[in-house]
């Protein structure tokens, strides 16, 4: 397995990926960046305009790049597809999105790549699931962004309402990235504090409950709000991505919601979906079994029923 080169090829430079190499390039993770896509005429472009970034930021060779190119990656991040209309589902993105994930891993993978798959396309837990089976890959190195973008909602609503620092608020948002998620506030920590005890020692009367609904709804919707104002959202979910490819080249051994396949883990087996889980050179190595109250535990199972039909419904599940 490749875990040294700090190579990323990216595929899919619309708003997404375009972000994505810009994210990375002013945070200056990776050594190397070339970007596949079938608008070839704007990768180019955009490689000599990311260029112009790297004086003032990182020492980076940003290129347009071929399939060949994926041979010694150390990441092939995927972000090519259709994205979300106003008013449609993550979900019914799945049919046009997934012949053109066949072709893509198949592609990377004729040039011998050894390095980790990290897969952004939606429905994302679906299609993390079809790179694992179409690539032949262990599991460990295709990961999905699963729930990390979600989980930084989150942390940012409670961040605002709380007046604490985001970086020192421990709260997950756990499931399909998709309207089954849901948050795990029986787990959710401000600094050491649990956050229910947090709350009602702010004010013995707050109705913790009605609070909890009303920002796990919130955060659900966060997509939706910003398709409708601006068509897409790629700024958040490209931090996300470049949160997780640090982890992977720096070995950061960071916790984080990424979508990874379950053997057993809350009683789950052969889905991919958002838990906590361990990264780092090696992708994910560790899937974070979590308590769960009796309600998230419900929640959970629908979530996971969710992708299990749809997986079944593109016979990628037995
Ligand atoms: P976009 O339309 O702006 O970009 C898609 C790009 O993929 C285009 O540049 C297109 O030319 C390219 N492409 C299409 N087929 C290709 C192929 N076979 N090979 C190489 N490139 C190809 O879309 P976007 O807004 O960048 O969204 C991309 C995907 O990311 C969508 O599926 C969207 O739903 C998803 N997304 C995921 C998250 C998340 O949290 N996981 C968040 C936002 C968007």
């Not at 071929?66 to 090519?80: E, K, L, R, T």
């Not at 361990?278 to 109250?293: H, Q, T």
Request: charged residues 25%; contains cysteine; glycine residues 8%.
């Amino acid at each position: 397995m490749n875990t040294e080169s700090r190579k990323i090829i990216l595929i899919g430079n619309g708003c997404v990926g375009s972000s994505y190499a810009f994210a990375i390039t002013l945070l200056g993770i990776g050594k190397e960046l070339g970007i596949i896509d079938t608008n070839k005429k704007k990768t180019i472009g955009d490689a000599i305009d990311l260029s112009d970034a790297v004086s003032y930021s990182s020492q980076k060779k940003i290129y347009s790049a071929d399939y060949q190119d994926c041979s010694d990656a150390q990441i092939v991040v995927i972000s090519a597809g259709l994205p979300q209309k106003e008013g449609q589902t993550r979900l019914e993105l799945l049919n046009s999105n997934l012949n053109l994930i066949k072709e893509i891993v198949e592609n990377v993978m004729l040039t011998g790549f050894n390095g980790i798959f990290l897969v952004a396309t939606n429905p994302v837990d679906i299609l993390t699931k079809a790179v694992y089976k179409y690539s032949g890959l262990p599991k460990n190195q295709v990961i999905g962004s699963g729930t990390v973008l979600d989980t930084a909602r989150l942390r940012k609503e409670l961040s605002q309402d709380l007046g604490v620092d985001a970086r020192n608020i421990h709260a997950y948002i756990m499931g399909e990235h998709g309207d089954s998620e849901f948050a795990v506030f029986s787990q959710a920590l401000i600094g050491p504090i649990k956050l229910r005890e947090w709350l009602t020692d702010m004010n013995p009367n707050f109705d913790v409950d009605f609070y909890f609904n009303k920002t796990e709804i919130k955060v659900r919707n966060t997509a939706y709000d910003i398709i409708n104002l601006k068509g897409s959202t790629y700024y958040g979910i490209a931090r996300s991505l470049a949160k997780i490819t640090k982890a992977i080249l720096d070995d950061d051994n960071s916790i984080m919601t990424v979508s990874t396949l379950l053997e057993g883990e809350y009683e789950e087996n052969d889905i991919y979906i958002g838990v906590p889980a361990v990264v780092n050179k090696y992708g994910v190595v560790k899937v974070i079994d979590m308590e769960l109250d009796e309600i998230e535990k419900k929640k959970f199972k629908t979530s996971a029923k969710i992708i299990k039909d749809r997986l079944k419904s593109c016979n990628l599940q037995d």
